[in-house]
C-alpha cells in the first residue's frame, strides 16, 4: 500500500510540475514571428537600445518574465542595453534546474570562446583566461567545484575573466532562483579598463541571465546593462561590445547546459 501511494504521489508531483511548465507564447505574449524565429535559432533574438532613443524591452511588454530581472538593470540608469532571448530545443524533462546550476558553475569554460572581431576579420578568444577568485580582495585563483547535488536558494562567485580588450575584468556573479528557474547576476567589481584608462566603472556593467524550463525547450532570456562616459561612447561601438560579450557568456552556459542533456 505504501509503495502504490508513493507512486501515485510521484506521478502527481511529475504531472503538476509539467502542468506548470510554461511556454514561449505565454512568457512573451507580444512577441512577433520574427522575434519567435529569432528565438529559436542559434544567436537567438538580440537588440540594442539607448537611453537617448528610450529602451524598447521584449521582457516589459506585458511579458511573464519576472520585473525585478528587468528592474535591477534599469534601476542603475544605464546608457546602454542589450536585450537577447534564446531557447536551447531540448526535451525540458530531461534538463532539471540542477543541470542548469552546475553548467553556470563551470567557469573555466567560459576561456578561449571566439567571437567575431571585426578590427582582426577573424575569430579571436574574447576571453584568454577564466577562473573564480576567492573574493572581492583575495584575487588568487581557485578551481570550479565538483557538480553539486542540490541547487542552493542563493549563492555568489568571484570571477576574474583576461578580457582581449580590457585586461583583467572582475566580476561578482550572484545566482538565486526566481520564479520558475534561476536568474544569475554578473556585475563588474572593479574599473573595466583601456592601456590603464577606466572605460566602465565598477559597477556599472550588469547583466542578467534568467533560465527556465518551458515546453518548448530552455529559455535563456538576458539583459544588459552599461554606462560608460560620452568620450569613449564617441570612440567605441559599445552596443556591439556588450553584445559580443553577453552572445558568448549566453552560449557558454546553453553548451554547458547540453553537455548535461
Do not use: C
Amino acid at each position: 500500500m505504501k509503495k502504490v501511494i508513493f507512486t501515485a504521489g510521484l506521478f502527481i508531483f511529475v504531472l503538476n510540475a509539467y502542468a506548470q511548465m510554461r511556454s514561449f507564447e505565454q512568457i512573451f505574449p507580444a512577441a512577433d514571428e520574427h522575434i519567435l524565429a529569432a528565438s529559436f535559432t542559434e544567436t537567438g533574438y538580440v537588440r540594442a537600445s539607448q537611453r537617448t532613443s528610450g529602451f524598447s524591452l521584449i521582457g516589459r511588454q506585458n511579458s511573464g518574465i519576472d520585473p525585478q530581472i528587468i528592474n535591477i538593470v534599469l534601476n542603475r540608469n544605464p546608457g546602454y542595453i542589450i536585450e537577447s532571448i534564446t531557447v536551447i530545443p531540448v526535451d525540458p524533462n530531461t534538463v532539471s534546474l540542477l543541470d542548469i546550476y552546475n553548467a553556470l558553475g563551470n567557469i573555466q569554460d567560459l576561456k578561449g570562446r571566439l567571437y567575431r572581431s571585426a578590427t582582426r576579420n577573424e575569430e579571436v578568444p574574447l576571453f584568454e583566461d577564466a577562473t573564480r577568485i576567492r573574493s572581492e580582495r583575495q584575487t588568487s585563483a581557485i578551481p570550479d567545484p565538483p557538480p553539486a547535488r542540490f541547487v542552493p536558494q542563493s549563492e555568489t562567485v568571484y570571477i576574474r575573466l583576461r578580457d582581449i580588450n580590457f585586461g583583467n575584468t572582475y566580476y561578482r556573479g550572484e545566482m538565486s532562483i526566481v520564479q520558475n528557474g534561476i536568474r544569475y547576476t554578473m556585475t563588474n567589481f572593479r574599473n573595466m579598463t583601456y592601456l590603464f584608462v577606466p572605460v566602465i566603472r565598477e559597477e556599472r556593467f550588469t547583466a542578467q541571465l534568467y533560465f527556465e524550463r518551458i515546453t518548448e525547450g530552455v529559455l535563456i532570456y538576458s539583459i544588459a546593462g552599461v554606462d560608460i562616459s560620452d568620450f569613449f561612447a564617441n570612440r567605441i561601438h559599445i552596443s556591439s561590445a556588450i553584445e559580443k560579450r553577453l552572445a558568448v557568456i549566453t552560449t557558454w552556459a546553453a553548451d554547458g547546459i547540453l553537455k548535461r542533456n
